[in-house]
């Protein structure tokens, strides 16, 4: 009887812990989002907030403290092997929550850190979107954080970074092209008339990848699946969103280059060495007759 109850006892304590170390790590996160929140834009964290930080957040979280403390920096080094290379799943799920807090901390009606938390750690959540969420996160400190933008010398190497599959492989790119969108898509819809001069100032400082320019990279026939990616629309087709925007991209590299006197040779490389040719692509955009006039008119 006395062997039971100790059992017991034990067993207890054991959930006991658990919970509490559960509790404390939605504190330590929440602590980091706050940190993010504060300084993920224009603001720059003094010495002592940083020092600070790192003294109260415990060595298990480590890694994601060494995530925040570098996409806060302005003009940081985030975009090397340290960070593009995929951490543990537990690292991405810690950033996931993190991120979430984040956001969560932004409305008024906000649900308490500490249930978004547990409803998050008990949540399965897909490893695509853990991956997402991690580059999301990266490449808007880039936009942030880093100005002007100039990606040119970087060339990513995708078979270096842990990706399991053409999938994670394809996440990752196509979140830098959506960054690279963000900075000129003003210059073509904001700009009156268009500013193709700039915009193509800075098409050309963006980055390589695997030894080779931007649109080259085609390995964007990997499965579709879907999540929540702009709260306004709910759920939708990943590919859905991303190569339409990634399309939008190429059209407006093809604009330039023909506003700009760029050479036949260029304007050739870009219509026929990417995706501007995939008609079985051409389901997950907008820009489909657009697509199909520019090809008619080269015949």
Known sequence: MRTRIITL????????????????????LKRLAVFYKDYMFRNEPSRSDRKQLSKLTPKNLEKEL?????????????????????PHESVLKNLYIVRCINFNLRK????????????????????????DSYYDMMLTSVGNKNRPLDLSKYDFQLDKYGFEDDTEKGIFFLKVMNQCLYFI???????KPMNTEKALDLINKYPRINGKAYFQFQDLYFPDFEMMID?????????????NKYYELLIYHLICLNKENGTIEQKRDLLLGSILKAK???????YTETLNKIFENRN
């Open 66 to 86: 060494a995530f925040i403390l570098e996409s806060t920096k302005t003009n940081h080094n985030i975009l090397t092997e340290k960070f593009l290379v995929l």
């Open 185 to 191: 898509w003003g210059y073509m819809n904001v700009a």
């Open 9 to 28: 006892l034990i067993l207890i304590s054991s959930v006991n812990l658990t919970a509490q170390e559960k509790l404390e790590n939605a504190d330590d």
């Open 231 to 243: 709260i306004k629309n709910g759920v939708e087709s990943y590919k859905g969103y991303y190569l």
């Open 108 to 131: 008024e009606d906000g649900t308490p850190y500490r249930k978004l938390a547990d409803s998050l750690y008990n949540q399965p959540i897909p490893r695509y979107e853990l991956i």
């Open 280 to 286: 079985n692509l051409y389901k997950y955009t907008e």
